[in-house]
């Protein structure tokens, strides 16, 4: 992401009655779970998301980017001038307002181009250059937080008072006062503008080896049928009832990662020292102070959700012991952990998934679920189903002027349903955002982020367990429940405190090898694991080299896990019947980023400076283990 004068850049993130039907359909034990994938050429439109919303076609981004190019000498006029008056500041935030919104537009379009096919060269070279011009964009304009602290607070408040066009850039102007410490000579700022394109070059290449050149040797099942291995199906390969199919995936997809480590070391070593850079170079005590001072968050958050969690394994060391005697195995390994535990796990067709997300959502009113409604079935806000090249896992991104849009790899499961709610979280908090707030404070940042979108889960999730009394598919749900706390509330956090260890070795200059990562990530999933789980440290150990995107965002990781807990607070309150809590909640997802991330939260309803969301949720989390553990006994 690119910050300019407040805002931050983009990062390169039917039938309306089908939900009439209650019949549940299970897919057959043994069923093929995978099939060789399309090419991009191949997907139905109607399955993509639509990038002509954004720009009709290549030749009208190249016009977009040809004017943003020939716009930016006009910042130019204002260096030096920032502090003349309120008027002369206004047309500069008028000017960079007007620019904002074309290169986040460039920015979505390049985007949507590469991420659902990182082999097309052509969409690489778009984006490309979309991120060379945000980057000339930051250093076009990295004189004018200098200037502006050299005016000081009190005057640009008084100019919010006197000149209309700047009074929405009050809180803005806090904002700046705040990190004022840390913010360079307009010289120096100039210049870690200009790193920034070059110092995604470590991430990029790790993302691109991961999405557009590995190739992973096909998972064998029980009967000798190979399946495709690949980003969009190794989940539900994971999940299947098949051992052998299991074990042979998750082997071959750690040691695809594992024939490159060495390159992929190099590469995160590359971006974690970039990080200590960047802090230093800003004067902060250490990168995770940056990291979170950024997002104006107290570094005690991370430090009590690390606490908390390590407090809380036992929780998980229980949930493994109950999924050992539900698959009746003497030992459990880490390729056992997303096993489903039902041979008939329920079929969800997209359309179906988003009828019952709507149904779920419906405590917020009319206007939430037709929205979502309409942009998943009209609007083509989502990119569906899996096919060759296409980025792995799902996204929501978009800029100011355009819809959300939604990156998926559908497999017509619960866990796919529950992806999707997330994802519609994410977006229906922007479209609320983009609605309500000017676009300075149209960026909300992660920490509030994935409390909008673990809030859907929570809330789709309550509807489901309702509303479908069959054993097995309540025993499914569960699983598609404890899949998420896996990711948000197991897999997360040890990445956190993976990255912390792997920024305090950097910081005191020792080396970051790719045998020293993987042993240090595999003695955190020790921990998390205890003596429940049977382990292969060096295919558990490599998991860092699967995460492309999240260790590369500096802290960014731990902000799942504070994010589930806020959302499942914020929840309860809703599905309690609480006065108040949905209106409060929707004020949440209006209010975007025109608050500190605290104190919005604060208004709807929870404190997650405090470890008790975190415990509360640990107990959420505990409850799921206590129903499975009866539902299994009953058997």
Request: aromatic share 10%; hydrophobic share 40%.
């Given at each position: ?73 006009e910042?130019?006029?204002f ?19 007007e ?28 984006n ?13 304009a ?26 929405v ?5 806090d904002r ?7 913010v ?6 100039e ?18 080896i ?12 029980s ?5 495709v291995?690949?980003h969009?199906?190794?989940?539900s ?31 995160l070593?590359?971006?974690?020292k ?10 902060y ?36 012991r ?12 880490v390729?056992?952990a ?41 609007e ?22 355009t ?19 997330h994802e519609?979280?994410h ?34 999730r ?22 998420n ?6 897999i ?26 993987t ?16 382990m292969?440290?060096?295919?558990v ?9 999240h ?27 609480e ?57």
């Amino acid at each position: 992401r690119l910050h300019v004068a407040g805002r931050t850049l983009p990062a390169a993130r039917c039938d309306p009655h089908v939900a009439a039907r209650t019949t549940i359909t299970f897919r057959r034990e043994g069923a093929a779970l995978s099939t060789a994938l399309p090419e991009r050429k191949d997907v139905p439109i109607e399955h993509t998301w639509d990038t002509a919303s954004v720009f009709e076609s290549d030749a009208a981004w190249e016009k977009a980017v040809e004017e943003a190019t020939a716009k930016l000498p006009e910042l130019a006029r204002f260096k030096g001038r920032l502090g003349e008056g309120p008027a002369v500041l206004a047309d500069w935030f008028d000017l960079v307002d007007e620019l904002y919104g074309l290169i986040g537009k460039i920015s979505t379009y390049a985007m949507l181009r590469f991420t659902v096919d990182t082999s097309d060269q052509q969409a690489a070279a778009i984006n490309d250059r979309s991120r060379a011009l945000m980057a000339q964009f930051g250093a076009a304009a990295a004189f004018a937080e200098p200037e502006l602290l050299a005016v000081g607070t009190d005057r640009l408040m008084q100019w919010a008072d006197e000149e209309p066009r700047l009074a929405v850039y009050r809180h803005y102007f806090d904002r700046l006062a705040k990190k004022a410490p840390h913010v360079r000579s307009a010289e120096v700022e100039e210049l870690l503008s200009l790193v920034q394109d070059p110092f995604r070059t470590a991430s990029s290449v790790h993302g691109v080896i991961s999405d557009a050149d590995l190739t992973f040797k096909p998972a064998v099942d029980s009967q000798g049928n190979e399946h495709v291995v690949a980003h969009g199906t190794i989940g539900s390969l994971l999940a299947s009832t098949d051992r052998e199919l299991r074990r042979t995936a998750w082997e071959n997809y750690a040691d695809a990662y594992i024939a490159l480590k060495n390159g992929l070391a190099n590469a995160l070593a590359a971006g974690v020292k970039q990080n200590v850079f960047m802090a230093r170079a800003r004067r902060y005590g250490s990168a995770l102070e940056a990291a979170v001072s950024a997002g104006h968050i107290p570094v005690e958050v991370f430090h009590n959700l690390i606490e908390t969690y390590r407090k809380h394994l036992p929780v998980w060391h229980r949930y493994w012991r109950v999924r050992r005697r539900a698959l009746g195995y003497d030992k459990l390994y880490v390729y056992d952990a997303r096993a489903a535990l039902t041979a008939r796990e329920p079929e969800i067709p997209y359309e179906q998934a988003v009828e019952w997300i709507a149904e779920g959502m419906r405590p917020l009113g009319d206007e939430y679920v037709e929205v979502l409604r309409r942009g998943c079935l009209e609007e083509r806000w989502v990119d569906r189903y899996p096919n060759k090249g296409k980025r792995a896992g799902a996204f929501s991104g978009g800029s100011y002027d355009t819809h959300p849009f939604i990156l998926m790899n559908y497999a017509d499961n619960l866990s796919s349903l529950s992806t999707l709610a997330h994802e519609l979280g994410h977006s229906m908090h922007s479209y609320y955002t983009r609605k309500h707030q000017p676009r300075i404070y149209s960026r909300y940042g992660i920490f509030l982020a994935e409390v909008a979108s673990n809030f859907n889960q929570a809330l789709v999730r309550a509807h489901l367990f309702e509303k479908n009394a069959d054993r097995d598919f309540q025993i499914a749900l569960i699983e598609e429940a404890m899949g998420n706390f896996h990711r948000y509330f197991f897999i997360m956090p040890t990445l956190a405190r993976f990255e912390l260890a792997i920024h305090q070795r950097a910081e005191k200059g020792q080396p970051l090898t790719a045998d020293i990562m993987t042993g240090l990530l595999a003695d955190l999933f020790a921990e998390g694991y205890g003596d429940e789980v049977e382990m292969d440290r060096e295919r558990v150990g490599i998991t860092w080299a699967q995460f492309p995107t999240h260790l590369y965002l500096n802290f960014y990781v731990y902000q799942y896990a504070t994010g589930i807990s806020g959302a499942h607070a914020l929840a309860r309150r809703v599905l309690d019947g609480e006065p108040g809590a949905a209106e409060a909640y929707l004020e949440f997802l209006k209010a975007g980023g025109s608050d500190y991330p605290l104190e919005i939260l604060k208004r709807a309803g929870v404190d997650l400076a405090s470890p008790q969301p975190v415990e509360e949720t640990f107990a959420v989390l505990e409850g799921y283990v206590e129903r499975l553990e009866r539902l299994v006994e009953a058997e």
